[in-house]
């Protein structure tokens, strides 16, 4: 089957300004969107550049915004958007634009790096490992998902507006270290996101959780972390 | 110095240790020489897009949590499942250090799945027994069908708590050496993908830790951005591949898509099933069945396909059928894999079995390197500063044949004692000079194939040269097949002379980047062919249907391939050998 795929484009060195480009492509039903671009890119145009690796969601190197929706390209499936209608992909918002679909990352990744995201452990270290029972393991099963693609950050309105707020992905972040039983650094942690640009900027509109393409419940994760911010 | 049209600009960096690659090899080795040595981490893409994330199944280490086990059984069933062709020196460190690996995981903060006292979890995992065979054992750690995705992370997680500098979305594109017979290691040369520009760093010792080569497949578990880059730039500096013929089909990857499904599933009691709803391990494999080692159960699945006992509209893949688990286990323990049956192939696992064929997974053969991860230039010596470690390296615990979960082990143990021995080495040696005009080869590359106008496309040299290895240097080979996957490779070489790329630009060019790719392809495949033309036997991986049997006599003994330039500039590959260590496992006939 043939189908539109309408992209953005900018390249900073030669235009000033991004614009809107259609290519149409011969696809499977059952490809993914990262093969139609590849399919563009490999026999039709090759400068048009987007990041890619695994193709098969656990990299997170291909967020991208597809119909205006966040979504991995190597998970979305042609069939599964309106394929009659021309597919518009962009890069996802709120993080500078550095050629296509490719965006700067850094402002992401700081954030990330913000709220301690590693194990804070205090005592003297067992020989061997330490024990966690399974429901304990399981406390925080839900953010060791994370595979730091921004979709949810960069699905959320409050950052796209506000360029101090951390975003979604940094308290998915430090929400599974607070709740893992082997960590001492809670205490700590939490006072980074109690700060004023932290967690309580937080508008609850879900934009986050539909867009993880991990099913994470990122806006639960949220409200746990307020409420242990509230109960501490 | 000023860009223009024509030069690149240029910025140098001095370090005591560079580490090549951010997957689990190199993040771990990034762990030891941070405390120890100045040191940076080079990466073609973000750390945390590594393909090591990919890795599903778990790291098996003799815990014993949950049952009877030690390492001496760990050994003997690593040096039996790669057929004997593994260094037993090498399998006795890793099998031994793989407790210590997992606990210092633990310790890191990974979560692995709990025992109900709360220790580390177990499950059964291909290859890996008690008693030398006697049965499957449980020495599996893992977290779910995600352990590889925890890894990366978890190691990701303890670089930033030390402040480990990374320079993201750099390609190194040449290993700087001195000249001369005792040459030693001066750095490396790496492409900003960000902006196009060249940037030379200095150092005392550097880890290659790049991964593997997949893309020479079209069907492959591989990321795209396996393109074997660095076995590639040590190959071309003249230094030795080691058993580049070896290399693994996971027996069950999503059909038609290569899309990796951890052999956990059949761990956790997942069947294979021909046409006929047959159990055909059964009849391969009578003692161990689904859980034999991968290069038995792959090639059983495509005998069974060729026989006609495939499934599917053209009979050209199997079945894995998870429908007699309980769905809570599935989903406890295999939840990614049934999430990616369900969403590229619309399969509900609870319902119906999945269908799959071997995907290529893993390269058991690389760069060379002696136990502390010392990179050698050839059957004995050690090149000065020069370190590898993970897939990219040959060190040889997998030999022939890899048992699953044996490579999220390797990078761990190995990574750690590259990361130790390359700072070590780098705080007794003063800093080399590099030579003169570092940079100029890698610039003479870039801008030829920017410049050039030969109109070859990238995508359909690629697309032609995994199609001749898919036919013919996959799980079944023969002196026909591999000639004319020669043949093909060298019309494809010739064809590579002519490539050019539309995007001319310097900021963010995939399209260069995709042709430099090419180029390590074209060489790795070339050396896996022309190695597994020359080995006349079938052992592990390697299997050639007009040599069916093990060659001790002959063939019990490393591939070491090197390239020789001729007196009129061309390049060959020179085929030599190198004993295998064998410390206490005769080789005995490979039974399951």
């Known amino acids: ?232 | 110095m000023a860009e223009d049209d024509t030069t690149l600009a240029r910025h140098a960096h001095i370090f005591d240790v560079l580490i090549v690659g951010a997957g689990g090899a190199g993040m771990r080795a990034a762990l030891e020489s941070g405390d120890r040595a100045r040191t940076a981490v080079l990466t073609k893409l973000y750390p945390t897009r590594s393909h090591t994330g990919a890795a599903q199944g778990g790291m098996c280490a003799a815990l014993a949590n949950v049952e009877d086990d030690n390492w001496e059984w760990h050994t003997f069933d690593t040096v039996k499942g790669g057929d004997y062709l593994v260094d037993q020196d090498a399998a006795e460190v890793m099998c031994r250090e793989a407790i210590d690996a997992v606990l210092d995981l633990e310790k890191m903060g990974l979560p692995f799945n709990r025992t109900p006292e709360g220790r580390i979890d177990q499950r059964r995992f291909g290859g890996h027994t008690r008693k030398h065979g006697e049965a499957a054992v449980r020495r599996s750690c893992f977290a779910a069908d995600r352990t590889g995705h925890m890894i990366l992370q978890t190691l990701y997680q303890q670089c930033l708590r030390r402040n480990i500098e990374f320079f993201d979305e750099y390609y190194v594109l040449d290993l700087l050496m001195t000249d001369g017979p005792d040459s030693q290691v001066a750095g490396v040369i790496a492409y900003d993908l960000a902006t196009g520009e060249i940037h030379t760093f200095r150092a005392k010792s550097v880890v290659f830790a790049t991964g593997g080569f997949g893309k020479v497949f079209r069907t492959t578990s591989n990321a795209h951005t396996l393109t074997g880059d660095g076995m590639g730039i040590v190959y071309r500096r003249g230094l030795p591949l080691e058993d580049m013929e070896f290399y693994q089909f996971h027996p069950t990857g999503l059909a038609g898509l290569g899309v990796l499904l951890s052999e956990a599933a059949r761990g956790e009691g997942g069947i294979l099933r021909n046409a006929d709803g047959e159990r055909f391990m059964e009849r391969y494999a009578p003692t161990i069945k689904d859980l034999a080692p991968r290069d038995m159960v792959a090639r059983a699945m495509a005998n069974e396909v060729r026989e006609g006992r495939g499934v599917g509209p053209d009979k050209a893949y199997v079945l894995l059928d998870l429908t007699h688990l309980p769905k809570e286990q599935i989903d406890a323990k295999l939840p990614d894999i049934t999430e990616f049956a369900r969403t590229y192939l619309g399969v509900e696992p609870y319902d119906e079995p999945i269908p799959v064929f071997p995907t290529a997974h893993y390269a058991m053969g690389g760069i060379p390197t002696d136990i502390t991860g010392q990179v050698l230039r050839d059957n004995t010596t050690a090149v000065p500063g020069l370190y590898a470690a993970g897939e990219v390296a040959c060190v040889s615990v997998h030999g022939s044949n890899r048992l699953g979960t044996n490579s999220l082990l390797d990078i761990n143990v190995f990574g750690k004692r590259a990361g130790i021995a390359a700072a070590e080495h780098a705080l007794t040696v003063t800093l080399p000079d590099p030579p003169e005009d570092p940079a100029g080869p890698v610039v003479a590359m870039l801008e030829g194939i920017r410049a050039s106008e030969g109109g070859e496309r990238v995508a359909a040299i690629r697309a032609a040269l995994q199609e001749t290895m898919d036919l013919n240097a996959q799980v079944y080979r023969t002196e026909g097949s591999l000639k004319q996957a020669l043949g093909d490779i060298e019309g494809l070489r010739e064809r590579y002379g002519r490539v050019s790329v539309q995007d001319k630009g310097r900021r963010f060019n995939t399209d260069l980047l995709e042709a430099v790719e090419l180029g390590f392809l074209i060489d790795l495949a070339e050396l896996l062919v022309a190695s597994a033309l020359a080995r006349q036997e079938s052992r592990g991986g390697h299997f050639r249907e007009d040599y069916p049997h093990r060659d001790d006599v002959n063939f019990m003994r490393h591939t070491m391939a090197y390239r020789q330039v001729e007196s009129d500039g061309s390049a060959t590959i020179r085929l030599d050998y190198k004993p295998v260590v064998q410390t206490r496992y005769q080789p005995m006939e490979r039974k399951c």
């Open chain 1, 1 to 232: 089957m043939d189908v539109t795929l309408t992209i953005r484009r900018f390249n900073p060195e030669t235009v000033d300004e991004p614009s809107w480009q259609s290519f149409e492509v011969s696809v499977q039903p059952t490809d993914r969107v990262l093969d139609a671009l590849h399919t563009i890119k490999w026999e039709v145009d090759g400068t048009l550049t987007f990041r890619r690796s695994c193709a098969h969601g656990v990299c997170g190197s291909d967020a991208m915004r597809i119909n205006g929706r966040n979504r991995l390209a190597c998970k979305t499936l042609v069939k599964d958007i309106d394929p009659t209608k021309p597919i518009t992909v962009e890069p996802i918002k709120g993080l500078p634009v550095l050629k296509d679909l490719v965006v700067d990352m850094e402002p992401f990744f700081a954030a990330y790096r913000s709220v301690m995201p590693f194990l804070v452990t205090d005592g003297h270290e067992p020989t061997r490992e330490r024990l966690q029972s399974q429901s304990d393991r399981e406390r925080f099963d839900d953010t060791t998902k994370c595979i730091l693609c921004a979709a949810c950050t960069t699905s959320c309105p409050v950052y796209w507006n506000d360029g101090q707020y951390f975003g979604p992905q940094a308290i998915v972040g430090a929400h599974r270290f607070i709740f893992d039983s082997r960590d001492a650094g809670g205490a700590e942690r939490l006072e980074i996101l109690n700060d004023r640009e932290g967690v309580w900027r937080c508008r609850t509109t879900f934009n986050c959780t539909d867009a993880c393409p991990r099913g994470i419940e990122v806006t639960k994760a949220i409200q746990e972390v307020k409420r242990a911010l509230i109960f501490r």
